[in-house]
């Protein structure tokens, strides 16, 4: 709704500067030695009153009701007839308005000197108007054209802008549908990974005390961050990387010394915001198809950044055919690329390589938007 009152009041204004301009323009014409001729000008205001008209009503009843209603026969027909009435009127306009200056026109004549002659013609008249000189049908001609212009004009703005408003709404429909996909993994980070998380650090009690308790604080600081640091829809990297390695950390209790875990981030994070829970889907992918707990295998993050990017990398050994492109209860590979594609459009890469042993996906993000 506020995009499309934004749109509307962008339109009007395109609009406004156009005619703005366009009434201008006869004044700067019109100027000689630092003088305006308001004669001139006030004729072609007049001329353009016709055009005005075509405007405001293919602008505001032809094309709404007509070609947006998918009535395009009687848009085209109503065009035409517009046109045609709008060339005569512009023709009778200018005529109108030359009749009643044509008095002012007509040069004194001295009524005290006897004509020389029969008379050689029509009046001399100042300022006469080289318009009125050319046959109508020309005149006709030329304000069909001009009325043709006007309409095609404006058609083609208001379909540029519908055109936008659609994508847009396209956009806001997706990006919608990927909040409520982005709500419904934090719920699917939750009841399986949870129950499985306390049901370890119910086992660590009696092993470890300290390690049990270290393990509830980085299940609440998760839980902190599912349910609030991440609802604006940005968060700081350093707080999505403590998320990660809260997350890792908490998935380590569930394997054996089998199963090689190395994490690496920047020693410096900068102070940049990212999409909460960007790369969730792809770590637990990582642990869901590349850890075995019968054979060694590993998962590798790589995290680093510089001026202009951030960079992220995990490769993990693979353990399945699928490395959980589509993984049921998560986002998937699909929309994590239509997540990316909606918040940096093209300014993005991501790239995946796999193998009979080994699967990789990296991405490159910029950090400025």
């Not at 129950?195 to 086992?203: E, Q």
């Amino acid at each position: 709704m506020k995009y499309s009152i934004r749109t509307k009041y962008g339109e009007s204004i395109i609009y406004i500067i156009l005619w703005v301009i366009i009434l201008l323009m006869p004044i700067f014409i019109s100027k000689t030695n630092n003088e305006i001729d308001w004669g001139k000008v006030q004729l072609e205001w007049v001329r353009l009153l016709p055009f005005a008209l075509i405007f405001l009503v293919h602008n505001y009843v032809l094309f709404p009701f007509f070609f947006l209603s998918n009535r395009r026969a009687l848009y085209y027909i109503s065009i035409l007839t517009v046109v045609v009435l709008g060339g005569l009127f512009a023709d009778f306009m200018g005529n109108l308005f030359h009749q009643i200056q044509q008095p002012q026109d007509i040069m004194p004549m001295d009524i005290d000197r006897p004509p020389m002659g029969p008379p050689m013609g029509p009046p001399m008249r100042m300022n006469e108007d080289p318009m009125m000189q050319e046959p109508w049908h020309k005149i006709f001609v030329d304000n069909g054209l001009v009325s043709f212009l006007v309409v095609g004009f404006n058609a083609a703005i208001k379909l540029i802008v519908k055109w936008q408003h659609e994508e847009q709404k396209i956009k806001d429909l997706e990006k919608e549908k990927l909040e409520t996909e982005l709500a419904f993994l934090k719920n699917q980070v939750s009841p399986h990974f949870f129950m499985n998380t306390l049901n370890n650090i119910h086992a660590l009690i009696d092993i470890n005390s300290e390690d049990a308790k270290e393990s509830v604080i980085k299940l609440s600081k998760l839980m902190r961050y599912l349910l609030y640091d991440s609802e604006e829809g940005k968060t700081t990297l350093a707080k999505e990387i403590e998320f990660i390695k809260s997350y890792v950390d908490l998935m380590k209790l569930r394997f054996t010394d089998k199963v090689s875990i190395k994490l690496s981030f920047p020693q410096k994070v900068p102070n940049i915001e990212i999409p909460p829970m960007l790369f969730t889907s792809l770590i637990e992918n990582a642990f869901k198809h590349g850890v075995s707990y019968q054979k060694k295998s590993f998962i590798e993050l790589i995290m680093n950044t510089d001026n202009e990017f951030l960079f992220f990398r995990i490769k993990n050994s693979k353990q399945s055919g699928n490395n959980g492109i589509t993984t049921p209860g998560g986002i998937g590979m699909e929309n994590l690329k239509k997540r990316l594609d909606l918040i940096y459009s093209n300014r993005y890469t991501l790239n995946q390589k796999e193998d009979d042993n080994v699967f990789e996906i990296t991405i490159k993000l910029p950090i400025n938007g």
